[in-house]
């Protein structure tokens, strides 16, 4: 566990282990619950589908491609629920594959299945 008080700016990053330089890292959701089995339930998105939803989400530079950097407030779920639990979904992707979800950015849309 990481201790920290409410509005607190909580940094993190992400890091991909890997000897293959060609590869990127983008981080598609990230969501907050109070209980660390059930992300559907009671959940805060931080960021969901790569759109951001927290307003304190800033991420940061990284001069490199398998890294991913950002930060928001700490808070928690009103005085019953103290604790937090983060679910971050990351994507890897080939660099300079411009149709991979690592450069479609935010994806407001859902798909849909083509019917004849």
């Not at 909580?10 to 330089?21: G, I, K, T, V």
């Not at 209980?35 to 951001?52: L, M, Q, S």
């Not at 594959?97 to 299945?113: A, H, I, N, V």
């Amino acid at each position: 566990p990481y201790y920290v008080d409410i509005n607190q700016n909580l940094f993190l990053e992400a890091y991909l282990h890997s000897s293959d330089p060609d590869l990127v890292l983008f981080l598609d959701s990230c969501v907050a619950s109070p209980t660390p089995h059930n992300f559907t339930a009671v959940t805060y998105d931080i960021i969901r589908k790569g759109c951001v939803r927290d307003s304190t989400y800033t991420r940061y530079y990284s001069p490199y491609r398998h890294t991913v950097r950002f930060k928001f407030n700490a808070f928690q779920f009103l005085r019953y629920h103290p604790l937090v639990y983060l679910r971050c979904e990351l994507v890897v992707c080939r660099a300079y594959d411009y149709s991979s979800r690592c450069y479609q950015g935010c994806s407001r849309r859902s798909r849909r299945e083509a019917s004849s």
